[in-house]
Nanobody
Framework: QVQLVESGGGLVQAGGSLGLSCVTS????????MGWYRQAPAKQRELVASISRGGSTDYADSVKGRFTISSGNVKNTVYLQMNSLKPEDTAVYYC????????WGKGTLVTVSS
């Protein structure tokens, strides 16, 4: 059974930084794509950043230049470095992976205070 587990969320002041990690258990083969989504209260879940198996990255316009997604040395791990955080970045952040199916983590809360 494939499981994605996020870590690294928390409370930070505006302008600060946080790093999120996502590790996978239960899968032998590499995912085609991994990414981070977020969902703020009363809003739809949105893509934050993604990275393909080949290393291509994609970012939401709202985080370009502030967030960086990267793959880990361990297969099927992904990180999100978040700098210059803003209150509007407050959300639950979910790890996502695409292989033969689509997988989601349970999410980690990021709260940015003004």
């Amino acid at each position: 059974q494939v499981q994605l587990v996020e870590s690294g969320g928390g409370l930070v002041q505006a302008g600060g930084s946080l790093g999120l990690s996502c590790v996978t258990s239960g899968r032998i083969f590499s995912f085609n794509n991994m990414g981070w989504y977020r969902q703020a209260p009363a809003k739809q879940r949105e893509l934050v950043a993604s990275i393909s198996r080949g290393g291509s990255t994609d970012y939401a316009d709202s985080v370009k230049g502030r967030f960086t997604i990267s793959s880990g040395n361990v297969k099927n791990t992904v990180y999100l470095q978040m700098n210059s955080l803003k209150p509007e970045d407050t959300a639950v952040y979910y790890c996502n992976a695409v292989g033969s199916s689509i997988y989601w983590g349970k999410g980690t809360l990021v709260t940015v205070s003004s």
